[in-house]
Structures are given as C-alpha cells and as structure tokens.
C-alpha cells in the first residue's frame, strides 16, 4: 500500500503525464486518496484502461 502511495506521489513531481496502473492496493488503504491529492492541487484523476483493474492518471 505504501508502495503504491509512494509511485503516485513519485507521478506527482514528474514531467508529463504519469499512468499508475493497478491501484488496487493503494485503494485498500488509502480511502479517496486522489479526491485528497485533488484537494491539495494535485492534477489527478482515476481513469479506466481496459486491460487494467484500475488506475490513475496524473498530469
């Protein structure tokens, strides 16, 4: 979980667009963590990849 927390925040500070893809294990620990991340000014939004449980796109 932290692990994950960690990847998508690393997203946050990189140049361009980051995908983070199976979130599943940031989501069993962190509740609305891009609702949160958003809320701090954070570019971020959960988007659907068909191949891909779940993931998040940051921009």
Known sequence: MRAGAALILAGLI???ETVVTDIYHVDR???NLEDQLRELGADI?????SHVKSAVSII
Do not use: P, S, T
Request: a negative charge; charged letters at 45%; zero cysteines.
């Open 29 to 31: 620990g962190y509740m």
């Open 45 to 49: 939004e959960r988007v659907k990849i």
């Open 14 to 16: 990189a140049e361009d």
